[in-house]
């Protein structure tokens, strides 16, 4: 069910950008909307490495990973990535996620170094913030394309 928003509310792209995010916390994942799936996936993505890198996003996300597969997730995640023209994101993620992914697991079973996993957590991390927040910026405008797809307007 769509969270309803007064159109007053929503006259700015900032005030747009707050509502979706609201509506994102609103929506129990998977739902039957592709569109709010994609809101999902990408903006845990965005919350998850502004708050505590990748390996915040592993430990966050690690239960929908391992129900659909690391593959179906990087795919999923990488579509949508670059469906909002975040494509450097998703190189990143193309380059590291996998072995992210598998290190994660590995040292959660202690089969590794804790060093192992957290080399690569660095670079993935530094290579996301080389892009200087870009990605916010992005998903700006796509919630703003996208908005009443999660919310439904009300008129004043």
């Not at 709010?36 to 929908?64: D, M, P, Q, R, T």
């Not at 469906?83 to 998703?90: F, G, L, N, S, T």
Request: aromatic share 12%; with cysteine.
């Amino acid at each position: 069910m769509k969270i309803k928003v007064n159109r007053k509310d929503l006259l700015t792209n900032d005030d747009i950008w707050n509502a979706v995010l609201t509506a994102y916390g609103e929506y129990h994942f998977p739902t039957e909307n592709d569109v709010v799936n994609e809101v999902f996936i990408v903006f845990s993505y965005f919350c998850e490495l502004e708050s505590g890198g990748h390996e915040s996003l592993l430990n966050w996300l690690s239960w929908h990973i391992e129900d659909v597969g690391i593959t179906s997730y990087l795919n999923n995640l990488t579509g949508i990535l670059e469906k909002i023209d975040a494509h450097d994101y998703a190189d990143i993620e193309k380059k590291y996620g996998e072995e992210l992914w598998r290190l994660f697991k590995a040292l959660e079973n202690q089969e590794i170094a804790e060093d192992d996993f957290y080399n690569v957590i660095e670079k993935a991390d530094k290579e996301y913030i080389k892009l200087n927040e870009k990605l916010g910026e992005l998903l700006q405008s796509y919630s703003v394309s996208i908005y009443t797809e999660l919310i439904e307007v009300i008129e004043d």
